[in-house]
């Protein structure tokens, strides 16, 4: 596929306003190219900058998931972390889409299927997702918001316990 990196990836976007942020993670495969794209479309879009971006495989990645008992090493999901709780799968992406700006804050819409059709669908496009999309890469806005550790005040805003950050 054609690796030509995406006009979204290469709007500007507003820098996150401290002490908010981030006010919610996305924790994504780092290394698929349709996850890439899609945290790009996130930051391009969100109506507010609160967005903050670990990678699965990342040390915080795997901390993140043992504190809800999920496995980062089982890279079929992107999960956001929003109010001291992990959503995965359709349940993620309709609430990161609460954040977006109009229109496209009506993806949120999707909620009211049942749950079984839109993981059944979310799960289709993940088993496929490294062919769906070309690699916009991690530059830009995405690096600026890509997380390594968690300070408390980060902590504290997404409802974390203080164990999840770094002395």
Same mark, same amino acid.
């Given at each position: 596929?054609n =690796?030509?990196? *995406?006009?979204?990836?290469?709007r500007p976007?507003t /820098?996150?306003?401290?002490p908010d ?8 495969d %780092?290394d698929?190219p349709?996850c890439?794209?899609s945290?790009?479309?996130i930051?391009a ?6 967005? %903050?971006l670990?990678?699965l495989?990342?040390?915080? +990645?795997?901390?993140? +998931? ?5 496995d980062?090493?089982? #890279?079929?999901?992107?999960w956001?972390i929003r109010?001291g709780?992990l959503?995965?799968?359709s349940?993620g ?5 609460? *954040?977006l700006?109009? /229109?496209?804050?009506a ?5 009211? #299927?049942?749950? =079984?059709l ?7 496009? %993940?088993?496929?997702?490294?062919r769906?999309?070309t690699?916009p890469?991690? %530059?830009g806005?995405?690096a ?9 005040v980060?902590c504290?805003?997404? *409802? ?8």
């Amino acid at each position: 596929m054609n =690796s030509a990196p *995406s006009t979204t990836a290469d709007r500007p976007v507003t /820098p996150p306003a401290a002490p908010d942020w981030p006010g919610q993670l996305v924790v994504f495969d %780092g290394d698929c190219p349709l996850c890439r794209r899609s945290v790009h479309f996130i930051l391009a879009h969100e109506s507010h900058p609160v967005t %903050g971006l670990v990678t699965l495989q990342s040390a915080l +990645g795997h901390r993140l +998931g043992a504190h809800f008992d999920e496995d980062a090493d089982d #890279l079929d999901s992107m999960w956001l972390i929003r109010g001291g709780a992990l959503y995965r799968d359709s349940d993620g992406l309709w609430r990161t889409a609460q *954040s977006l700006k109009t /229109p496209w804050s009506a993806a949120a819409g999707i909620r009211w #299927l049942p749950a =079984s059709l839109r993981d059944g669908v979310y799960r289709w496009v %993940g088993r496929y997702r490294k062919r769906l999309a070309t690699d916009p890469g991690m %530059g830009g806005a995405a690096a600026s918001r890509l997380l390594s550790a968690l300070n408390r005040v980060q902590c504290e805003n997404l *409802s974390l316990p203080e164990t999840l950050a770094d002395p």
